[in-house]
């Protein structure tokens, strides 16, 4: 009981830790900008910042069977991040150079984390509905 | 035990454990910072270091809570209180007689630098001595709510012989080399000129805090002495409160000195010097304001109309060092700063300035605030020139333990405590392999990024130490769209697992009290007071003043990770035997890769890392060895843990459910990689 209340603790200071950086993207696009002038700059990020925590505590308290949607973030978003994306990098920015030996890898990889991220992401769908219609309060 | 029934004694221990953790968590932070940061590597630091790992080890031992009477784990138990307890103790006397020492003799610095030896044989030799004692007559066993000496009579002499009485003598001895010493200084300060009110508080914390956690034991334990048959409760829960707080009072005065937080701040500051065009701060006029008044600390401080002393008090020695700081304090983006070993020089210092003291007298008023500064009047605290020398070693460049170090913080994230649920989900064979598997392809891709962003370098786009996010790298190489997808998939996984955060510490929280019975509270009330109480932390513009309670969390993660390492262990060789597990589980087998691939998320990480090396060509070594310990931890780990639990409900699986949802993609630290800097700031050096 005490592991879990400590683990409470350090997952409570890591949460505005977790949040920072998506905000920080969210505050750099175009929309944000334009919505209020720059002077009311520290008024409107305050705001925003309570929405953005406040829509997620609507969606923990209201989307049922969190482990599967936890999930299907992790299969389509990490995987990009991880497999997907630096493949791509990769590719662009060596080019001419790869052999067809490494372009293959490269490719190989990239299909990995489509194929194993779509997989997983169809498979949690699935897995939700089914959820859902057990549950009765489908997404 | 007489008038305490069992549900006082479970009170009791279960204080002792929560005060204990508490007081880990704060050792394990002096000590973090000591392995951290050279500059609080001085000879002073060594010894409270020293006293941080008894202290640790001292909390460790309570974590046993309360064991079986007889058992193994109650005489395990009882010698490591006994040892630590004492060891911990002497240490604080040690600190005291240095202090002393430092004071009021004008020997050299080789002097103390000899005695470290000595000290260690002092401490622990006579802690292993007096730990035997008890164990002679056999008087290990119970003594209340833990195991310790036990109460019968001879248990009774040697708690006395062997505790007790060295306590009051350390107590003693502290407490006259505190006050002799608060004395000299006084004197000194009033004769240049200085006021008397400015020369108080950290010296006498050490004493006092001993004072303060041993002073309600010793009552209860003489209570006991006195009337056998009556323990009182009271006595014995304060008692073992205030005696296990002892750590964790220890870290805040540690954090109190001003060489700590001059330490912490420029660490969180040198950050915002670099990762201008990252951070979000630069938006932000009020942040902007706030931010020079950080970096520039002392030089700005009399400007800033009491900054420091808002800050602390003891820092007012900075309006009157700030000029020579200001000239020796290397200015923002000055080019390559020297290293000096500055460990020694502050060391040095610290004793000139003191032989000063005693032979010369002062000179004058601002010789005076500069000798104290630098002497006792901050117990152990550097002066406001050397900490700025010791600015020089932040732009140090990190050699292969330093990166092994940060890229284990950066890897070893929460995502480990999620694999005995993707080991549910796999089948251990299924799991272990896929693993290994997602781990080659993690690596590959690790590797791809590295040699992205190398040959961007080589054709001119990149300069070599430029900091470049994860997006921008997308934008630069690929396009736009590279970099809008890069952006989609970090908003949404960082949102999905601060809403996974949440609601696992609603459904802990709630759980917990439920199960102490100290409270009823709906899961989703917590959810919502825990989110409401996050915003103002959200609210922060910056999250390098988060970075210490990130390394505290850290720390609280990898004990978790330790602590269930160490019910697993328990779990198997339980009487019932393993429960019934599957090798390999296809059906579920796509729910796995979720989870595997979190666990290897540390992509962000690599480039900051392998800039801020000094041999960047060996990165691709460390980054590889680092992979292969953690697929192996992490195969352990999940193959541990599921064969000692199978699918099995339990309080455990019930914390691993919400484990499950509390996945992070990166380890929490390594999230600082948004502004990279941040974390090559903080890299170990």
Request: net charge neutral; aromatic share 12%; charged share 15%.
């Amino acid at each position: 009981m005490m592991v879990q209340l400590l683990y409470c603790v350090g997952l409570f200071l890591t949460f505005p830790v977790m949040m920072f950086p998506a905000v920080q993207i969210l505050e750099r696009s175009s929309c944000y900008k334009r919505f209020l002038p720059a002077s009311l700059n520290a008024i409107k990020r305050h705001v925003f910042r309570f929405f953005v925590v406040a829509a997620a505590t609507l969606m923990a308290l209201y989307t049922p069977h969190f482990g599967l949607f936890i999930n299907l973030i992790g299969a389509v978003s990490c995987s990009t991040l991880a497999f997907v994306v630096p493949a791509l990098i990769y590719r662009a920015t060596m080019g001419k150079k790869l052999t067809r030996w490494k372009r293959a890898q490269v490719w190989a990889i990239v299909a990995f984390g489509v194929g194993g991220g779509a997989y997983s992401a169809a498979l949690t769908l699935i897995g939700f509905t089914e959820a859902g219609d057990e549950g009765g309060e489908g997404r | 035990m007489g008038g305490l029934d069992e549900a006082d004694i479970e009170t009791v221990t279960t204080l002792n454990v929560v005060l204990s953790s508490l007081s880990f968590v704060g050792s394990c932070t002096i000590i973090l910072s000591f392995s951290c940061f050279p500059e609080l590597r001085t000879f002073a630091f060594r010894l409270v270091f020293f006293l941080s790992i008894s202290e640790a080890f001292y909390a460790l031992f309570n974590f046993l809570g309360f064991p079986e009477p007889g058992s193994a784990a109650c005489r395990f138990q009882s010698i490591g209180l006994s040892f630590f307890g004492t060891s911990m103790v002497l240490w604080t006397s040690i600190i005291a007689s240095t202090l002393r020492a430092a004071v009021f003799s004008t020997k050299d610095v080789a002097r103390f630098k000899g005695s470290e030896r000595r000290y260690h044989c002092f401490a622990w030799g006579l802690a292993a001595v007096l730990a035997v004692l008890p164990a002679l007559t056999d008087s290990y066993g119970p003594a209340g709510s833990l195991c310790w000496i036990d109460a019968s009579s001879t248990g009774a002499l040697w708690r006395f012989v062997q505790f007790y009485m060295p306590l009051w003598i350390c107590m003693s001895y502290n407490v006259w080399v505190y006050w002799t010493t608060m004395r000299r200084i006084r004197r000194a300060l009033l004769r240049a000129g200085g006021s008397i009110s400015r020369a108080r508080m950290p010296l006498l914390l050490y004493p006092l805090i001993l004072l303060v956690c041993w002073l309600l034991a010793t009552v209860n334990r003489v209570q006991n002495l006195i009337a056998p048959e009556q323990p009182q409760f009271w006595l014995y829960a304060l008692g073992l409160s205030f005696a296990a707080c002892q750590g964790l009072l220890h870290a805040i005065a540690y954090g109190m000195t001003s060489s700590v937080q001059r330490v912490y701040r420029r660490i969180l500051c040198a950050g915002h010097a670099q990762g201008d065009d990252e951070s979000l701060e630069t938006t932000d006029s009020e942040s902007e304001s706030m931010r020079a008044g950080e970096s520039d600390g002392v030089m700005l401080a009399p400007l800033k109309g009491g900054y420091e002393e808002s800050m602390d008090g003891k820092d007012d020695g900075g309006d009157t060092t700030a000029v020579s700081a200001a000239a020796s304090r290397p200015r923002r983006g000055s080019g390559p700063r020297q290293l000096k070993d500055v460990s020694h020089q502050i060391r040095s210092m610290y004793l000139q300035g003191l032989g000063v003291l005693e032979l010369a007298g002062f000179q004058s008023h601002d010789d005076a605030y500069s000798t104290l500064t630098k002497g006792g009047w901050d117990t152990f605290d550097m002066s406001a020139e050397s900490a700025a020398e010791a600015g020089a070693a932040v732009k140090q460049k990190n050699g292969i333990t330093a990166t092994y170090f940060t890229m284990f913080k950066s890897f070893v994230g929460i995502g480990i405590l999620t694999m005995p649920h993707a080991y549910m989900q796999a089948g251990y064979i299924g799991a272990s392999f896929g693993l290994v598997v997602i781990a080659i392809i993690s690596y590959k891709g690790m590797v791809y990024l590295l040699d992205g962003q190398q040959s961007l370098v080589s054709t001119g786009v990149l300069k070599p130490d430029e900091l470049v996010s994860f997006t921008k790298l997308g934008v630069l190489s690929v396009g736009a769209t590279m970099g809008r997808v890069i952006d989609f998939a970090l908003v949404s996984s960082q949102i999905g697992f601060c809403i996974a955060y949440i609601l696992f510490i609603g459904s802990n929280v709630s759980h917990s009290l439920r199960e102490a019975s100290l409270a009823d509270i709906d899961e989703k009330l917590v959810v919502i007071i825990a989110a409401t109480a996050a915003v103002p932390l959200v609210w922060l513009n910056s999250l390098k003043r988060l970075a210490p309670a990130a390394l505290a969390a850290d720390v609280v993660i990898v004990f978790g990770l330790v602590t269930v390492f160490f019910y697993d262990f328990g779990e198997l060789s339980a009487p019932e035997g393993p429960p019934e597990v599957d090798p390999l589980r296809l059906g579920t087998l796509p729910l796995f890769f979720g989870v595997a691939v979190f666990s290897f998320e540390g992509i962000g990480m690599v480039v900051p890392i392998r800039q801020s090396m000094a041999e960047p060509e060996k990165f691709k070594g460390v980054l590889r060895n680092t992979i292969i310990s953690l697929t192996t931890l992490l195969v352990c780990f999940g193959t541990l843990s599921y064969l000692a639990y199978g699918d099995k409900t339990s309080d455990m699986s019930k914390m691993r459910d919400g484990v499950l949802a509390l996945d992070s993609p990166c380890s929490p630290f390594c999230r600082l990689s948004q502004s990279p800097s941040t974390c090559r700031t903080t890299a170990w050096s």
